[in-house]
């Protein structure tokens, strides 16, 4: 297998492969829908073609904290790697491969149906009792991924006439579940809770015979920054509103025995409905949706058209995804945590040292800003070519102007790891601004663009 060698930083990509961002191609026009793509591939392909296309990368191998990645190219790269959602890195772990396995031989690899039929089995009900007792609630449902589980929640639970109250930087899934379920969507500032009860009180003095839900996440992982959960809470109550929380990113990663920010908060079972992931922490696809209703989990498993309509878990991922809260609840979750807190500071700190300050809370998503696409992208191309994988973030992610790199750190990233990424971070940012201002390139990609940035 033939490895790309750290080599000297790349020649200047041409202006159209810096240039533009999705912004520009979220509304195509044109009766052909098939033909209004093309200019898209077009601009997508320049930039591919000038090696600042970061997206699509293929593992070869597991996810650990070294991995080999194959580009869209095919080229095969080895790099020490900050873009696995890993958390505790238990993908690779023992006990994980062994519960895989066991439940492979035992009930083969496939659920077979959706989870109303008979999709799931008897691994999907034992996962469900883990939940409820990690999270302290009575009532749990799973879907067959993360994303699913937020969006089917939401459009479940919420009809037309009824209200959302959502912050900006709410996850896609949680924003398309709103927008799809009703037009009544009022969003707020990022973390903005007096927004919120503004927009609680103003609904409330026009409308009280219908819902209103306020949706907000434990981690936002573009941020890496958290909402005060017990002032949202008191704040539903009061208007007879309900709050719904993702807990995505930090279930497991942080937090007393696992609980996320709602065990730091002190809001374990406490909080009307948790959606989440497995994705980040618990080494498999799929999610969840947990609640103290009886009536709630029971409506939602019929109306939620993302668990009707998929098939479930597989056994394989059941068992995985309950061997993991197994291990997250243990001593050795405690030590896992200790090391990816350990790690998560070191990095933040070794990008201290260079002046640059890492967004939001410590968490294993270390935001790194940059802000011009331009930069970024250069800088995502140079760090390929100097052996780190970290992932660029740009628009729709993120509003235009504010690119960044999102770091995602493991348990089982060494030392020498944290502050080599950082060292090379820091290397291919300045490269990347001291190419463009040797061409007089250095601003936003163009200034009609934070127009668009809602889009």
Not at 20 to 25: D, T, V, Y
Not at 75 to 95: K, M, R, V
Not at 283 to 302: E, M, P
Not at 325 to 351: K, T, Y
Request: aromatic share 6%; glycine share 8%.
């Amino acid at each position: 297998m033939a490895f790309r060698e750290i080599s000297e930083r790349p020649a200047l990509p041409p202006t159209g492969a810096l240039s533009k961002s999705l912004a520009h191609f979220a509304r195509p026009s044109g009766a052909n829908i098939l033909a209004r793509t093309e200019s898209f591939l077009r601009w997508q392909d320049g930039r591919r073609s000038a090696e600042v296309w970061p997206y699509s990368r293929a593992l070869v191998g597991p996810p650990t904290n070294r991995a080999t990645v194959q580009t869209e190219q095919g080229e095969t790269i080895e790099g020490i790697n900050f873009a696995s959602q890993d958390y505790l890195a238990l993908s690779t772990h023992p006990a994980i491969k062994a519960a895989a396995i066991q439940a492979l031989e035992e009930f083969g690899p496939h659920s077979a149906s959706s989870p109303m039929l008979q999709g799931s089995s008897t691994l999907s009900l034992l996962l469900e009792n883990a939940l409820s007792d990690l999270l302290q609630t009575e009532h749990v449902v799973l879907f067959s991924t993360g994303w699913g589980a937020g969006f089917g929640a939401i459009t479940a639970l919420i009809r037309p006439a009824d209200h959302i109250i959502l912050d900006n930087l709410a996850h896609a899934c949680l924003q398309q579940g709103a927008h799809t379920a009703t037009q009544n969507v009022r969003r707020h500032d990022h973390l903005d809770i007096a927004a919120v009860r503004r927009h609680l009180q103003e609904i409330r003095a026009n409308d009280t015979k219908n819902g209103i839900l306020v949706v907000t996440e434990g981690l936002f992982s573009m941020d890496s920054d958290t909402p005060d959960l017990q002032t949202l809470q008191e704040l539903c109550h009061e208007y007879e509103a309900a709050l719904l929380v993702d807990v995505a990113h930090d279930l497991g990663a942080i937090g007393p025995g696992g609980t996320g920010f709602l065990g730091i908060q002190k809001m374990l079972g406490k909080v009307d409905l948790v959606v989440g992931a497995f994705s980040k922490t618990f080494a498999s696809n799929g999610g969840f949706l947990a609640t103290h209703s009886r009536a709630v989990k029971h409506y939602v498993k019929i109306f939620g058209g993302t668990h009707i309509f998929s098939n479930g878990l597989s056994p394989v991922q059941a068992a995985v995804v309950r061997e993991a809260i197994n291990i997250v609840r243990s001593p050795e979750g405690e030590d896992l945590r200790c090391h990816l807190h350990q790690s998560v500071h070191g990095l933040r700190d070794a990008f201290a040292e260079y002046g640059i300050r890492c967004l939001g809370v410590p968490s294993a998503v270390v935001p790194v800003p940059i802000g011009s696409e331009k930069v970024a992208r250069i800088a995502s191309a140079n760090l390929l070519h100097k052996g780190v994988f970290a992932n660029l973030v740009e628009f729709p992610a993120v509003a235009v102007g504010s690119a960044r790199f999102r770091m995602q750190v493991m348990a089982s990233h060494t030392p020498a790891q944290v502050q080599c990424a950082a060292d090379r971070v820091v290397e291919a940012i300045q490269e990347a601004k001291d190419m463009l201002a040797d061409a007089d390139m250095t601003h936003a990609v163009v200034n009609t663009e934070n127009e668009m940035a809602s889009v």
